[in-house]
C-alpha cells in the first residue's frame, strides 16, 4: 500500500506542476469535479444519467481546459518541452485524448444511425447513449491501465486509475481558489511552490 500511495503522489505532483498552469484549466476543473461528484452519486440511482452529466460537463469542461487554454510552450517553470511532457505524461496526452473524445462524439451517432427507423423515443436514445458512455469510460480505464502495464508496470497502471477515480476529491482541494485568482486577473499560476532546479 505504500508503494502505491508513493507512486499516487508522484503521479498527482508531476500532473498538476506539468498540466495546470492555466488559472482557467483550474477553474475549468474545479468546475469538472464538482460535477463528477454529483455523478458518482448518481451513478448510484441512474448510470445512463450519471455518464451523460460526466461526458457532456466533467470530460468537456476539463479537457478544454487543456485543449484551449493551458500554455503548450517550453514550461520555464519545470524547465521541460511540451513534445518532453507529452512523451512522458502517464495518462492520456493530448493525442490520446483527441481519439477517446472523438470516440465519444462517435457513439451518438452511431446509436442514431442504428435506431433511426425504429421510432424509439428520446428517452430509450438518451438511457442507450448514456450506457454506452458508462462503457466508453470504463473501457478507456481499463485500456490505459492495461497499456501502462505493458509499457511500464501493473502498479503504475492501477495508481494511475486510483488517481483517475478519486482526481474529482483532489481537483476540489487543489483548484478551489483557482476562479478567485481569475477573477483578480492572474491567467497563470506562478507555480511558485514547485522546485526550481
Given amino acids: 500500500m505504500k508503494e502505491i500511495l508513493r507512486e499516487l503522489a508522484v503521479q498527482r505532483w508531476d500532473d498538476h506542476r506539468y498540466y495546470h498552469h492555466s488559472r482557467i484549466n483550474q477553474s475549468l476543473h474545479l468546475l469538472s469535479a464538482v460535477s463528477f461528484l454529483v455523478a458518482y452519486v448518481l451513478l448510484f440511482i441512474n448510470p445512463a444519467a450519471a455518464a451523460i452529466l460526466g461526458w457532456c460537463v466533467s470530460m468537456t469542461s476539463r479537457q478544454a481546459g487543456h485543449f484551449f487554454f493551458e500554455p503548450r510552450g517550453y514550461d520555464e517553470v519545470n524547465k ?111 507555480m511558485t511552490h514547485v522546485h526550481r532546479p
Fill in 80 to 190: 521541460a518541452t511540451d513534445e518532453f511532457k507529452e512523451a512522458v505524461k502517464i495518462g492520456y496526452n493530448i493525442r490520446r485524448k483527441i481519439v477517446l473524445m472523438a470516440a465519444w462524439l462517435l457513439l451518438p451517432l452511431v446509436l442514431w444511425a442504428t435506431t433511426a427507423g425504429n421510432g424509439a423515443p428520446i428517452g430509450e436514445f438518451l438511457h442507450t447513449l448514456g450506457m454506452w458512455w458508462l462503457a466508453l469510460a470504463v473501457a478507456g480505464l481499463l485500456f490505459r491501465v492495461g497499456q501502462l502495464w505493458v509499457t511500464q508496470s501493473l502498479l503504475t497502471g492501477l495508481t494511475w486509475a486510483l488517481k483517475i477515480l478519486t482526481d474529482p476529491f483532489h481537483d476540489v482541494a487543489l483548484y478551489y481558489k483557482a476562479p478567485l485568482y481569475l477573477l483578480r486577473g492572474e491567467l497563470i499560476d506562478p
